[in-house]
């Protein structure tokens, strides 16, 4: 029976129970019914409380179950119907406020696609997304989710990728451009080819991320369970106290009913999902609450290099001339030129080096492409040659740790370009404000040469380098941390990373263009395509756990000064037990403080 049911039966039986005693005048069956509802729900009470010792736990039910029990005991039947209304209530508003404060998470199940509308033969027919095949031809309207990744064919249009990436504005697409899963199409119908089946396509990776953590239960949900015994303990030693020195049995029901467990079993629960909701509407899908509480403790971070610490795209670096008629601007041109239809990750490095510096590029004719190598061109009239130094007939020299370009002109050797693996623009920060947030080491693991690591790690605030790192190298690097440095947080986005990231405290992959195999070994996932938003976790996770300990010290001590007047007598079981809801709101809406950016 859901915790919802369970509070209408309880209202149920305190409808009947109050025609019984005030319209029929059958006070004895009023007694009966809520002596039923209160021993079948003490008994149940008591059976998960076993369960929970079994566990090697200690709970906060028991005051519950001897609150109930006392009230009957010295004939305070109403008070025990309270606290029994106050329980099963409790129980049903921390459902709703988990609803309300993980609604951006279940955003992404309910609008997952669910057809496609295939194009064959000139006709359109309505597939479900799960019969869409690679190479397929769809079809995707105005106003409508995309329903598989995909390359555009036909069309451009705007398109809305804010619950894939958290980026508010719209993204221009036109031809070539790719397509993910779940954007959300603008004002002009686009034709695209199917890339990826839908279990593999952007948006499905992320619906599994979120029934994962939907389905992996935190750890760290009742915070409150360490202070249960001190709390359990203070409750008995003041009824106690307040029984013996009136010797009236009522004084120990009537504290025991304002020692209300509700707010030290609501709170924890409450902040952590509101926590993840948060951290959901910042881009980061946090699996569970555990991590939650991991990342607020966290004394460390690893840092894969390659597409995480850095962009993962080259970049041009120096320009080197040998060749006495030509200049730099020059050389960068005819080398960019020859290489203007090629798809070589270098040869767009290049694009972007002249549209940077506005040079213009030449025409090209008799190009030839030998694969691996280089590429050879008519450019302004000349015989360019550009690729591997063999390629172009030269002895390489001073560029063993860089990537480089050697460009020879009518075959004679000209000079070379070599690129660079820019730093993400806010890596420094993240850095930074890592440190700021009390991380006392920060580790680069990578699998690169050891001069680019260490050139790349010049540039930032990084405690120890380690290249040439294969998968198993990262593993065990991470083990070999001290323990005062844990729990340590590993950061990468491909493959080569699931492991490591599976074997760190947490693992964290950039999601927006990583593997999913690395989003999958991770205990988050960045789904925007910024490093910063690890801080981000870090800031929002220690935000969290602050507020979640903030409003189970709020409930205790409400529920102490309740427990101490209750004890001189000031406070009657039935107006105890209605003060319990008191109690339990004021502890909830404390932890959907989490929820809010502070």
């Known amino acids: 029976m859901t915790n919802f ?14 025609l019984a005693q005030f319209v029929f005048h059958a006070p004895l069956i009023a007694f009966w019914m809520i002596l039923l509802a209160g021993g079948s729900t003490t008994l149940l009470m008591f059976i998960g409380m076993i369960q929970t010792l079994k566990n090697g736990k200690y709970g906060i039910d028991i005051l519950a179950i001897t609150a109930i029990v006392a009230t009957l005991a010295v004939g305070e039947y109403w008070a025990s119907l309270v606290v029994l209304i106050m329980l099963t209530g409790g129980d049903s508003l921390e459902d709703y406020a988990s609803r309300q404060a993980g609604r951006e998470l279940q955003s ?120 249960a015994l001190p709390f359990t303990l203070i409750a008995y030693l003041i009824g106690g106290l307040s029984w013996y020195l009136s010797k009236d049995p009522v004084r120990f029901a009537e504290v025991l009913v304002v020692a209300s467990p509700c707010p030290l079993i609501l709170a924890a629960p409450v902040a952590l999902v509101a ?25 460390s971070a690893a840092f894969d290099k390659t597409g995480t610490i850095t962009a993962g795209s080259l970049v041009v670096d120096q ?15 005819l080398a960019a030129s020859a ?153 990468g986005d491909g493959v080569n990373d699931a492991p490591a990231l599976a074997a760190a405290d947490i693992g964290i992959a950039m999601g927006a263009h990583g593997s999913t195999a690395a989003s999958e070994s991770a205990d988050a996932v960045i789904l925007k395509d910024d490093l910063y938003r690890v801080a981000q976790a870090v800031k929002i996770s220690q935000e ?24 001189t007598g000031l406070i009657p079981a039935l107006l105890g037990a209605a003060l319990q809801e008191v109690v339990d709101s004021v502890s909830i809406l404390s932890s959907l403080r989490a929820r809010k950016n502070r």
């Open 5 to 18: 049911r369970k509070f209408v039966v309880t209202l149920l039986v305190a409808g009947v129970a109050l």
């Open 339 to 491: 290489e203007q239809d090629s798809s070589h990750i270098l040869a767009r490095s290049l694009q972007a080096a002249v549209k940077k510096d506005e040079i213009d590029l030449l025409s090209v004719s008799n190009l030839s492409e030998t694969t691996g190598q280089g590429i050879r061109a008519i450019v302004d009239g000349k015989t360019i040659s550009a690729g591997k130094a063999a390629f172009v007939k030269h002895t390489e020299t001073g560029s063993r740790n860089q990537t480089a370009i050697f460009v020879a002109v009518n075959d004679q050797y000209a000079g070379m370009i070599t690129f660079k693996d820019a730093l993400r623009p806010e890596t420094e920060q993240t850095l930074k404000k890592l440190k700021t947030l009390g991380l006392k080491r920060l580790i680069m693991l990578t699998g690169d040469q050891a001069g680019v690591a260490e050139k790349i790690a010049s540039q930032i605030d990084i405690d120890e380098v380690h290249a040439q790192c294969l998968p198993e190298d990262k593993i065990r690097l991470l083990k070999t941390i001290p323990s005062k440095l844990h729990p340590i947080i590993m950061v």
């Open 544 to 567: 969290t756990m602050a507020i979640a300990r903030q409003s189970v010290w709020i409930g205790i001590s409400i529920c102490v000064f309740l427990m101490l007047l209750a004890s």
């Open 108 to 227: 992404l199940l309910n609008n997952s696609p669910q057809t496609a509308h295939k194009i064959k033969d000139q006709a359109i027919i309505d597939l479900a997304v799960s019969e869409i095949q690679v190479n397929d031809l769809i079809l995707v309207k105005p106003g409508e989710t995309v329903p598989v990744d995909g390359q555009i064919v036909a069309g451009q249009s705007t398109v809305d990728e804010s619950s894939l990436t958290s980026e508010s504005m719209a993204v221009s697409k036109n031809i070539d451009d790719a397509l993910m899963s779940g954007s959300i199409n603008g004002d002009t119908a686009l034709k695209f080819k199917v890339t990826r089946l839908a279990q593999d396509s952007q948006y499905q990776r992320l619906v599994r991320l979120v029934k994962e953590s939907e389905r992996k239960p935190a750890n760290f949900v009742r915070l409150a369970d360490q202070y």
């Open 275 to 299: 926590g993840m909701s948060r951290s959901s509407r910042a881009g980061i899908v946090v699996k569970n609450g555990t991590t939650i509480e991991k990342l607020a403790k966290a004394q």
């Open 319 to 333: 320009i080197t001339v040998d060749n006495s008629q030509m200049t730099a601007k020059q050389l960068l041109q």
